[in-house]
């Protein structure tokens, strides 16, 4: 099964998730959480520092870490595709993954 997840969609976490909406939530609370703001687990999340350079050159770097820090922290899915969509209105970029879900458990 695969799912995409919208890093902008504003959803508040929720406690007792499991199965598919478990696996949707850790996505994109990995995709919404800036690296260094975890404590005991500082790598956590993508390092929005990079956001500062000209959009073209953020491109490619930022769907890395991406793929990367799902795939460190979400074992149950693989990243099939990555889109970096540029600042709505509210400013704020915009990242879509499309995961491949390989356990619910």
């Given at each position: ?5 919208d ?31 975890v ?55 915009g ?11």
């Open positions: 099964m695969e799912l995409w997840i890093s902008r969609l504003e959803k508040p976490p929720k406690l007792g998730l499991s199965g598919i909406e478990e696996i949707a939530q850790n996505v994109w609370l990995i995709l919404n959480t800036p690296k260094g703001s404590p005991l687990d500082r790598d956590f999340g993508i390092d929005w520092t990079l956001i500062d350079r000209p959009y073209p050159q953020i491109i490619q770097l930022l769907k890395n870490q991406v793929v990367k820090a799902i795939e460190e922290n979400e074992p149950r899915v693989k990243v099939k595709q990555v889109k970096v969509e540029n600042a709505s209105e509210d400013g704020k970029l990242v879509k993954v499309l995961v491949e879900i390989l356990s619910e458990v």
